[in-house]
């Protein structure tokens, strides 16, 4: 589905478990490192007609609604990691890079 203006709400407190798993991102295509978020996540806001949506998610379905919504911040997964593992993805990226082709995965 789609989802105009989200508002993310993640768990708090004793209700908040991180989930380490591999992340990746078009924004660093064929990379993929250990990226730590809670487990649970909800998203509202407006479909396409401006009516209320909302969705609710755990494991892989929580990551994505927490993945996207940073975009819509201007973030990517990259900005949520130390810089031991940022310098691990940029060094698996630019290994990978060679393997796409020119311009992806936009061109000027």
Known sequence: GVVCNPELT???????????ADEGCL????AF???????RASVTGQGLDGSPVSF???????????HETDHTRGTVFGDRLSTKARKKLTKEHDKQVEDFPPGWPVED
């Open 10 to 20: 993640l768990p708090e407190g004793r209700e908040r478990q991180l989930d380490d």
């Open 27 to 30: 924004s660093f295509p064929g």
């Open 56 to 66: 609710e998610g755990t494991g892989l379905l929580a990551r994505c609604l927490q």
């Open 33 to 39: 490192v250990e990226c730590a978020r809670p487990d």
